[in-house]
Nanobody, 119 residues
Framework: QVQLVESGGGLVQAGGSLRLSCATS????????MGWFRQAPGKEREFVTA????????YYADSVKGRFSISRDTAKNTLYLQMNSLKPEDTAVYYC????????????WGQGTQVTVSS
């Protein structure tokens, strides 16, 4: 079982930055694909970014490419999302997710953290 706990959300002005963290439990952090999804009010949940177990490959939605950066610290069992040049349309609840390398779906989800970007 993997438990994910996000932190770091908050209110920021457009153009500002935030860093989200996701603390994980268990001894298998280094073997899981990790990522972030988000859900804005009235919209469906959408993929934001993901990172492979080794950290060697990362993937980003076009809407955040060049502004967001995902990273992982295996020693701390923690996933990060650095968000720069934030826009009002980035306002959403951000979820930390995890899946085994062999799994097609992200089947572990955190409770979410709110990010609000004011214009």
């Amino acid at each position: 079982q993997v438990q994910l706990v996000e932190s770091g959300g908050g209110l920021v002005q457009a153009g500002g930055s935030l860093r989200l963290s996701c603390a994980t439990s268990g001894r298998t952090f280094s073997s899981y694909v990790m990522g972030w999804f988000r859900q804005a009010p009235g919209k469906e949940r959408e993929f934001v970014t993901a990172i492979t177990p080794s950290g060697g490959s990362t993937y980003y939605a076009d809407s955040v490419k060049g502004r967001f950066s995902i990273s992982r610290d295996t020693a701390k069992n923690t996933l990060y999302l650095q968000m720069n040049s934030l826009k009002p349309e980035d306002t959403a609840v951000y979820y930390c997710v995890a899946r085994r390398l062999s799994s097609g779906d992200f089947n572990y989800w955190g409770q979410g953290t709110q990010v609000t970007v004011s214009s």
